[in-house]
């Protein structure tokens, strides 16, 4: 089972900042936030992730709580291209072998609207 | 730089028959994952391998599936004597296997339909 908690849907206003949250409160000492977003029946599209420290790159910024228990991917200026379910997922630090699946949850379906 | 490449991208087979799910990983990437995806349903980890190792078969049907990532050539999924309940998209994964994190990249999969 997924070790993160995500509100089904959200909606967003095309060009502004579409915030969705993520609770991981169970989270470990070793185990990192990553997101992941699917584009109708794309792929899953990797966007960032992060351990502790908030984390920024061409796509989106990462913001994790200080206690770690939850976080918020931000996209600063939606567009319709961003519509999309979004997955947050916890995943333990690599350290070679063993398992290492990512769980996907239900996800956020992101809805831009024009 | 090519990414996750998958093949082919739409197969159609009648009960019974065999699927083959092609994976070509990232250049420079060793590990590769598969993923199921059920209609209306999120994805389902099947299984991870390295070069000729299955590291992690944890997600895969006990019969009828199998996977191998041989020394030379991609990835492949095996389906054997398909069932209309195995119609779904196959994702494919790869990763550098780097320590720390190891971020594993899609590719835009296979969507197998049984007739």
């Known amino acids: 089972d997924a070790k993160t908690t995500q509100p089904p849907s959200m909606d967003c206003a095309e060009g502004r900042a579409a915030n969705l949250p993520c609770n991981h409160s169970?989270?470990?000492?070793?185990?990192?936030v990553y997101w992941y977003r699917q584009i109708h029946s794309q792929g899953p599209q990797y966007i960032i992730h992060?351990?502790?420290n908030n984390e920024t790159n061409e796509m989106a910024s990462l913001i994790i709580t200080e206690d770690r228990k939850s976080s918020t991917l931000i996209l600063p200026h939606a567009t319709l291209r961003d519509t999309a379910v979004y997955y947050c997922?916890?995943?333990?630090?690599?350290?070679?072998?063993?398992?290492?699946?990512?769980?996907f949850g239900k996800g956020t379906h992101l809805i831009i609207q024009p | 730089n090519a990414g996750v490449m998958q093949n082919p991208r739409h197969l159609v087979r009648r009960r019974g028959q065999e699927a083959r799910l092609r994976c070509s990983p990232m250049?420079?990437?060793?590990?590769v994952y598969w993923y199921r995806q059920l209609p209306e349903e999120g994805l389902k980890f099947m299984v991870y391998?390295?070069?000729?190792?299955?590291?992690?078969e944890s997600g895969m049907p006990k019969e009828r599936f199998s996977a191998e990532f041989p020394k030379e050539g991609p990835s492949i999924l095996r389906i054997q004597q398909v069932v209309r309940g195995d119609s779904a998209a196959y994702f494919c994964?790869?990763?550098?296997?780097?320590?720390?994190?190891?971020?594993?990249?899609f590719g835009p999969g296979t969507r197998l339909t049984v007739l």
């Open positions: 992060g351990l502790k």
């Open positions: 250049k420079g990437h060793s590990h």
């Open positions: 997922i916890v995943r333990p630090f690599y350290s070679g072998g063993g398992a290492d699946g990512l769980t």
């Open positions: 391998l390295q070069k000729e190792n299955i590291i992690d």
């Open positions: 994964a790869s990763s550098s296997g780097t320590s720390g994190t190891d971020t594993q990249y």
């Open positions: 169970t989270i470990s000492g070793n185990e990192y």
